[in-house]
Each structure stands twice: as structure tokens, then as C-alpha cells.
């Protein structure tokens, strides 16, 4: 079998070494935003171990930064570094499209 088949995910994405900025806008405690969160936060641990910063913003409660980022969906993530910045909307259950939206895969 061919090396990379036998480097886990962690592996794979170590050639890039970026350090990404993330925001997560959510509404509160729904059930959207919980598991928003959750799979960020799973997603980013195991692909980006220490080298994300990952920034909670509950739209209730702050609304001046919701209102100067625009947002048109809840939840959303906006992937401000490295650039290009990118905006991927709901819960973060498909993986493949969130890797592909913070550019640790390319797009076909």
C-alpha cells in the first residue's frame, strides 16, 4: 500500500502548518448551536490540535459583533485565517464539507 494510506488524519494535515482564526456565530443553547459546537470542536481537535483558535459568539448576547459580520444563517462558522476568508452555515455534521471549507481538502 502506498505511504499515505497509512498516515491518520492528524498526518495528513501536518504539511499545513497555519494557524486558523474561527468564529462560530450560535443562538443561544438550541439544539443547531449545541451540536454546531460540539462537531467544531471535535473536528478541530482532530485535525487541527493546537494550531486553532476557535472564538464562541452567541448572537443574543452580542449582537454588535453579529450585526458587523453580516450574517445572513445561524449557525455559522466564518474561517477568518488563513485566507481566503470562508463561511460555512449549520450544524458542522458533514465532516468532508467542513475540511473542504477550511481548505485541509481540496475541493473537487
Known amino acids: 500500500m502506498p505511504k499515505a494510506e497509512h498516515l491518520n488524519k492528524q498526518q495528513k494535515f501536518e504539511g499545513k502548518s497555519d494557524e486558523f482564526v474561527l468564529r462560530l456565530f450560535i ?3 438550541t439544539p ?3 451540536r454546531a459546537l460540539t462537531n467544531i470542536k471535535e473536528i478541530c481537535e482532530q485535525y487541527l490540535h493546537g ?3 476557535l472564538e464562541i459568539v ?3 448576547q452580542q449582537e454588535s459583533i453579529a450585526e458587523e459580520e453580516q450574517l445572513v ?3 455559522l462558522l466564518i474561517k477568518k485565517k488563513p485566507l481566503p476568508e470562508r463561511r460555512l452555515i449549520g ?3 458533514d465532516t468532508q ?3 473542504k471549507g477550511l481548505g485541509l481538502i481540496p475541493s473537487p
Do not use: E, F, Q, W
Request: hydrophobic share 35%; charged share 20%; proline share 5%.
Open 27 to 29: 443562538t443561544g443553547a
Open 32 to 34: 443547531n448551536s449545541s
Open 51 to 53: 494550531r486553532y483558535s
Open 58 to 60: 452567541d448572537v443574543y
Open 73 to 75: 444563517a445561524l449557525p
Open 91 to 93: 450544524d458542522m455534521s
Open 97 to 99: 464539507k467542513v475540511l
